[in-house]
Each structure stands twice: as structure tokens, then as C-alpha cells.
């Protein structure tokens, strides 16, 4: 009796998953989307900088010579205390179309970021604001323009994908699958009119959207998720749409370690908490089906007909691989389908340890 309610509970657990991947698997054949004006709308690209002298001076010039008549860069020194103020001075000197706001700590906002990212929105220019990491650089000439297609008077917030630079570790090798599984769920979810996410390396929005949801004010006192939960607050079904083609990315340098990783995980998933009421339900369901998959799939193999569970497994793991294989290949990583069970399977313990780690204690920050 108990191995028959074992089997029904497999056989949900598995069609939960599949119908997952089928419904994200959407994203991946949305056509090209131009603006409807088919001209190059001004551009503000805004740079958040703490501390990030040596990382500006590369990320800087990938950026001036971006393909594109219009667009100013706003830089936002957040209280630095390397020399990132004289590299932005002396960029500024050369470049007339860079703009350097100072921001001081002060009492309220101290060490804020989403108080100094205010600060540099208000002070751009331009309503289009294109938005990366300091410590990130775009892959193409055409960063830019990708974007710029994709804006138009109903679509004015533009998910983007914001990848890890190849390495050959182990390491690298998983966390690139987590953020491309990341990147799966998000762009999935979009398509969908379910957004929940951005990478805040990469996405863009116009001005009138910040202010419309007044801009932070809903989370301000939240130090992380500057991106995710502006999205949870201005996007919809009609206002958001992604962009992915291979000009649009950046990229970064994958973390030091496992445990710089790891915290960022555990910042991420108490964020997550923040989401609205369907998305972390609907987040939480791809999870916890994927891990019961494998908790009776492992069960049933010894204690049932294996001939039937091998055809589940089997309809699982195809599904599973052409939408991965397709994502995969069309956000440019690769060799990640070779190892994608046990990536997955890595990924699913990691997932466990970081629920049990923020039960027992919360990161410093958020205590």
C-alpha cells in the first residue's frame, strides 16, 4: 500500500517537473522584438562603484566604446576609500559624456546602496537607464543597441542575462549551471508575465517606472535585492520582456570562493521571502517536486516495477535535457548538459544546506 502512494506521488512529482520545463522552455523561441520607432533612444547606463578602482578601469573603456550615438554614463561612487574617486575623475575629464555623483554616507542611508542608485537615477539624464555592475563589463559593442531594440512604448523594463566568465574548476563548472538554471526560471517566468527577478548586472527599465512604484521606498531599509525587488513592485504581464541575444550580455568573474558564493546564496533566499505570495509558491513547488523526483525515484527502483519507473526517468531527463541543452546553448555555456545530473543533484543538496543554514542563524547583516 505504502509503495503504490509512493508511486502516485512520483508520477505528480515528475509531470510537476516537466510541465515546469515545457512552460519554460516558451522563452526560448521569442522572436526579435525592435522598437517601434527603429531609432537609437538616449541612454543613460548607470554604474553603482564601492571600492572598485581596478575593476572601473576595465569595465570603463568596454563601455565608451560601445556602438551608439547617444547615451551618458552615470557613475555612482558610494563612499569609496580606494582610489576609485581619481579614476572616475580622470575618465570624466576625457569623456563628456560621463557624469561622476559623490555619495557621502550619512546617518539615515548609511553605506546604502539603493539609496546612492536614487540618487544617480534622479541625476541621469536620459528616461532610458541601462543598468551594470562595476565589477561586470558587456561581451559585445552592441550591448547597448540590444537593448535599445527592445524598448518601446509598451515594453519599458528589460530583463538581461548576466553570466559567470568560464574557468576550468569544478567550481565554476557548478555555479555557472546554477545561474544558468537561474536564468531558466527567470527569462521562463517573464515570458510567462510572471517576473520575479533581474540580474542586477544587466537589465534596464525607464525612469518613469521607478517613480511610479517611488522607487525603493518599499524595501529601502533592505541593504540587498536592489533589483528583484523592484522588480516584485513595477513589473507586469504587459510592461517587462527579456532580452537574450548574445550581444546583450555581461559578464563577470566568477566568485573566490565557495563561501563568498554561499553567503550570496543565503542573501538571495531570504530576499526570496520578500516575493510576492505566488512566486515564492510557484519557486518553492519547482524545488521541493524536483527533490521529491529524486526521493522516490531512488525508493521505487528497488521496490517497484523498474521497466515503468525507467519510463518516467526517461521522460523526465529528455524533457529535462532539451530544454537545458537549447538554454544552454543559446545563452552561450557550455559543456554544462555533460554533467547536468549530477550539477543538479549538487545543486539540490546546496539548496538544502542554505534552508537549514538560514534556519538555524541569518547572515550578519541581517541581524
Not at 99 to 111: D, G, H, M, P, S
Not at 247 to 273: C, V
Request: charged content about 20%; some cysteine; proline content about 2%.
Amino acid at each position: 500500500m505504502m509503495i503504490t502512494v509512493f508511486f502516485y506521488s512520483f508520477v505528480v512529482f515528475t509531470v510537476i517537473q516537466i510541465i515546469y520545463y515545457i512552460a519554460f522552455s516558451s522563452f526560448l523561441f521569442t522572436p526579435k522584438n525592435i522598437n517601434e520607432e527603429g531609432i537609437e533612444k538616449p541612454i543613460s547606463v548607470i554604474i553603482f562603484a564601492k571600492n572598485q578602482a581596478k575593476n572601473l578601469e576595465k569595465l570603463l573603456p568596454t563601455i565608451i566604446n560601445q556602438d551608439y550615438s547617444k547615451f551618458e554614463i552615470v557613475l555612482i561612487n558610494n563612499a569609496s576609500i580606494d582610489n576609485t574617486e581619481e579614476v572616475l575623475e580622470n575618465f570624466s575629464k576625457n569623456y563628456k559624456n560621463i557624469k561622476v555623483l559623490e555619495v557621502e554616507n550619512n546617518e539615515a542611508f548609511w553605506a546604502n546602496k539603493k539609496y546612492a542608485l536614487t540618487l544617480g537615477i534622479k541625476a541621469a539624464k536620459y528616461d532610458h537607464l541601462l543598468f551594470t555592475n562595476a565589477d561586470s563589463k558587456p561581451v559585445s559593442k552592441n550591448w547597448i543597441s540590444n537593448f535599445n531594440q527592445k524598448f518601446n512604448n509598451h515594453k519599458t523594463i528589460i530583463l538581461g542575462y548576466h553570466k559567470f566568465e568560464k574557468e576550468k574548476s569544478l567550481f565554476n563548472l557548478f555555479i555557472r549551471f546554477e545561474n544558468l538554471i537561474q536564468a531558466i526560471k527567470c527569462f521562463g517566468f517573464a515570458h510567462l508575465g510572471n517576473s520575479f527577478m533581474a540580474f542586477h548586472g544587466n537589465f534596464a527599465y525607464h525612469k518613469t517606472e521607478f517613480f511610479k512604484v517611488k522607487g525603493f521606498i518599499n524595501h529601502i531599509k533592505i541593504k540587498k535585492g536592489e533589483s528583484n525587488l523592484f522588480i516584485k513592485d513595477a513589473s507586469n504581464k504587459e510592461n517587462t520582456i527579456i532580452c537574450i541575444g548574445e550581444n546583450s550580455f555581461t559578464k563577470t568573474k566568477a566568485p573566490k570562493s565557495f563561501s563568498t558564493w554561499f553567503l550570496e546564496k543565503r542573501n538571495n533566499a531570504i530576499i526570496s521571502k520578500k516575493y510576492k505570495p505566488k512566486h515564492q509558491i510557484l519557486l518553492a513547488l519547482f524545488t521541493i517536486s524536483k527533490l521529491f523526483f529524486y526521493v522516490f525515484a531512488s525508493i521505487l527502483f528497488f521496490f517497484y516495477s523498474y521497466k515503468i519507473m525507467l519510463g518516467f526517468v526517461i521522460a523526465y531527463f529528455l524533457i529535462q535535457y532539451i530544454v537545458v541543452g537549447i538554454a544552454s546553448k543559446k545563452l552561450k555555456e557550455p559543456y554544462l548538459l555533460f554533467f547536468l545530473p549530477f550539477l543538479e543533484i549538487g545543486l539540490l543538496l546546496i539548496q538544502i544546506s542554505i534552508f537549514i543554514a538560514n534556519l538555524i542563524s541569518k547572515p550578519d547583516h541581517w541581524k
